[in-house]
């Protein structure tokens, strides 16, 4: 079943929403022309990650300091596992999830 977050015409640089979807925040992003669908939480203790900051492709959360690298989703400054990425689906025009 596809579940459709966002038309794609609204997918800019710098883009940053979260979606809830089945009792799961999702993050939506569009990174250096990459539109990127993960879970709304840090995979060190769970902080909602959409007020991280973002330079330069590292995603860094608000609450301990833990950078992510988007490209890999991997924890760049600390043993902790990697980002939880999802894939996106589309349809029309709309960008979503396949569920
Ligand atoms: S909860 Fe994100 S760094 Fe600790």
């Known amino acids: 079943m596809f579940i459709a977050l966002e038309r794609l015409l609204n997918l800019e640089e710098g883009y940053r929403q979260v979606f809830q979807v089945q009792g799961r925040s999702l993050l939506l992003l569009v990174v250096e022309g990459r539109t990127l669908l993960l879970e ?4 060190h203790q769970g902080t ?15 609450r301990h300091g833990i950078e992510f690298e988007l490209a890999s989703g991997r924890a760049l400054n600390a043993q902790c596992p ?18």
């Open 40 to 43: 709304n939480r840090c995979p």
């Open 48 to 62: 909602p990650l959409h007020n991280a900051t973002l330079t330069a492709g590292v995603l860094r959360c608000a």
């Open 82 to 99: 990697g980002l939880a990425y999802l894939p996106l689906a589309y349809e029309a025009d709309r960008v979503g999830i396949d569920l």
